[in-house]
T-cell receptor, first 119, second 115 residues
Framework: AQKVTQAQTEISVVEKEDVTLDCVYE???????LFWYKQPPSGELVFLIR??????QNEISGRYSWNFQKSTSSFNFTITASQVVDSAVYFC????????????????FGKGTKLTVNP | GAVVSQHPSRVICKSGTSVKIECRSL??????MFWYRQFPKQSLMLMAT?????????EQGVEKDKFLINHASLTLSTLTVTSAHPEDSSFYIC???????????FGEGSRLTVL
């Protein structure tokens, strides 16, 4: 069975600090997808990234970066120079590879990390 | 990008009544949609997979007779909470799969409060 663990329940930082949100996953699949979503207080899910298990390259998008370490089954998310607008709950999620037989796009979510950025 | 719309965004109902929530893919066809439920300060849990033209597949522990899912067209799936009770109060959110890409798009969510 698939499982996603986000050990950090809540993190509080001061604006301009860098912050890393941890995500550890478990799966028996050889191919799979990893995701990060942001959920602001309004509730909608904001897509941040989707990463295929074959692609272990780290990714940077503006102030956001992701570190995928297959050897430790981790997919950590770093926000550089955090801003108050980054305050939200962040979810890491895992799905099967929908292109394999019996695969599906359904997501297994971690419990989320609530990030508070203080001015 | 592709847009998924949910309606209503908020609904308050009395205990014992039924509530229907719609999930529409506005600019693409979705043969598969998913329904998730999120209780306050908790994670999202998959309730069911909705496939156009066939019966929904429910996750373990989700009552199919209580949460009726209909996916009658390639752009619309509905979730009906029958005989709602206060413990059904939750945030319900759907996602739709853009056919051929595997990409997921989430709706804005529907907050149900049962009095």
């Amino acid at each position: 069975a698939q499982k996603v663990t986000q050990a950090q329940t809540e993190i509080s930082v001061v604006e301009k600090e860098d912050v890393t949100l941890d995500c550890v996953y478990e799966t028996r699949d050889t191919t799979y997808y990893l995701f990060w979503y942001k959920q602001p207080p309004s509730g909608e899910l904001v897509f941040l990234i989707r990463r295929n298990s074959f692609d272990e390259q780290n990714e940077i998008s503006g102030r956001y970066s992701w570190n995928f370490q297959k050897s430790t089954s981790s997919f950590n998310f770093t926000i550089t120079a955090s801003q108050v607008v980054d305050s939200a709950v962040y979810f890491c999620a895992l799905s099967e590879d929908p292109w394999t037989q019996g695969g599906s796009e359904k997501l297994v979510f971690g419990k989320g990390t609530k990030l508070t950025v203080n001015p | 990008g592709a847009v998924v719309s949910q309606h209503p965004s908020r609904v308050i109902c009395k205990s014992g009544t039924s509530v229907k929530i719609e999930c529409r893919s506005l600019d693409f066809q979705a043969t598969t949609m998913f329904w998730y439920r999120q209780f306050p300060k908790q994670s999202l849990m998959l309730m069911a997979t909705s496939n156009e033209g066939s019966k929904a597949t429910y996750e373990q522990g989700v009552e199919k007779d209580k949460f009726l899912i209909n996916h009658a067209s390639l752009t619309l799936s509905t979730l009906t909470v029958t005989s709602a009770h206060p413990e059904d109060s939750s945030f319900y959110i759907c996602s739709a799969v853009l056919a051929g890409t595997g990409e997921l798009f989430f709706g804005e969510g529907s907050r149900l409060t049962v009095l």
